[in-house]
């Protein structure tokens, strides 16, 4: 089944990244499309998105998660970081 979790994060507005959107099946497929459509980059780890599809939409993640989602971040950083460098 697909899940699909998308996050925000405003580093100097708001204490902890936040679920924009969240769900499974045909939400999540939705989710999917509308990230393409806009150039969002996707990163695949079931694990952190079964942990949170438990998040409400509009909360921040939980402490617990930070190290995980940190990682996530780094990722898109550097994803980022190599675009930039091949322009």
């Known amino acids: 089944m697909n899940k699909a979790v998308a996050l925000k994060y405003k580093a ?3 204490n902890a990244p936040k679920v924009l959107a969240k769900g499974k099946g045909e939400l999540a497929r939705k989710i999917i499309e509308k990230a393409k459509l806009y150039d969002v980059p996707l990163f695949q780890n079931e694990t952190l998105a079964d942990m949170l599809l438990n998040v409400e939409v509009g909360e921040e993640i939980p402490p617990k998660m930070y190290k995980a989602v940190v990682d996530v971040f780094i990722w898109l950083y550097k994803l980022e970081e ?5 322009e």
């Open 12 to 14: 100097y507005e708001e």
């Open 82 to 86: 190599k675009a930039q460098l091949s």
